[in-house]
């Protein structure tokens, strides 16, 4: 079951740059930041509420935030949802049509396991689902 929204993620060509451009905006500082060696990202992430904003930039160009970046112009990448069941909810998806990108959950940032479906199945967007591990 969908919990909540538990992050937005925006792409970012320069995770330095962005960090200063949300520390002002937000008026506070990442809490953390983080390298994901499997997907080829640095992340960091910001909490505003009870949601966080994760900004991604690609640690290699071939990866799929690199691939984002060649094709379009830095910004939302994903909104990502809190589930109680990551494997449940993806079976739940699946049988209503909606299209898995993974089919098991894999360990990504902020101590999450992670899944995504394809945005051709949903409206257009990239939508993550996120269990703490």
């Known amino acids: 079951m969908i919990r909540k929204v538990e992050h937005i993620g925006i792409a970012v060509s320069d995770i330095h740059a962005a960090n200063a451009v949300f520390a002002a905006l937000l008026g506070q500082a990442p809490y953390k930041e983080e390298t994901v060696e499997s997907e080829h990202v640095l992340t960091s992430f910001?909490?505003?509420?009870?949601?966080?904003?994760?900004?991604?930039?690609?640690?290699?160009?071939?990866?799929?935030?690199?691939?984002?970046?060649?094709?379009?112009r830095e910004g939302i990448h994903h909104i990502a949802f809190d589930v109680d069941d990551i494997?449940?909810?993806?079976?739940?998806?699946?049988?209503?049509?909606?299209?898995?990108?993974?089919?098991?959950?894999?360990?990504?940032?902020?101590?999450k396991k992670i899944a995504f479906l394809h945005p051709k199945r949903t409206a257009g967007v990239l939508v993550e689902l996120c269990q703490d591990r």
């Open 46 to 72: 910001f909490r505003v509420g009870e949601t966080k904003i994760e900004l991604l930039m690609a640690t290699d160009p071939q990866s799929a935030i690199g691939k984002f970046l060649e094709k379009n």
């Open 87 to 111: 494997e449940a909810e993806l079976r739940r998806l699946e049988s209503l049509g909606f299209s898995l990108i993974h089919r098991e959950a894999k360990p990504g940032a902020d101590g």
